[in-house]
């Protein structure tokens, strides 16, 4: 594990603070866990992205469309 110093605005510590001890971790802690989650929803987005941009150049078929059509169809009913 790495040592780092960052700089941060004064509130945003504050609020961290606030946090951390609101849910029994140390500073430290929450901001790890911050920065994993931040970098996950990052990766989830670049993920969607590829998916949007694979389907722009090849999009499903008018007959997958109306198969996933019928099958809302059926569980609605």
Do not use: C
């Given at each position: 594990m790495?040592?780092?110093?960052?700089?941060?605005?004064?509130?945003?510590?504050?609020?961290?603070?606030?946090?951390?001890?609101?849910?029994?971790?140390?500073?430290?802690?929450?901001?790890?866990?911050?920065l994993?989650?931040?970098?996950?929803?990052?990766?989830?987005?670049?993920?969607?992205?590829?998916?949007?941009?694979?389907?722009?150049?090849i999009?499903?078929?008018?007959?997958?469309?109306?198969?996933?059509?019928?099958?809302?169809?059926?569980?609605?009913?």
């Open positions: 790495s040592t780092i110093q960052i700089v941060l605005e004064d509130k945003l510590l504050a609020d961290a603070d606030a946090q951390a001890a609101r849910m029994g971790e140390n500073r430290s802690a929450f901001i790890q866990q911050a994993r989650d931040h970098l996950h929803r990052l990766h989830i987005r670049d993920l969607e992205e590829q998916e949007r941009i694979g389907y722009e150049r999009p499903d078929s008018v007959e997958d469309e109306v198969d996933w059509v019928k099958l809302f169809e059926d569980v609605e009913d």
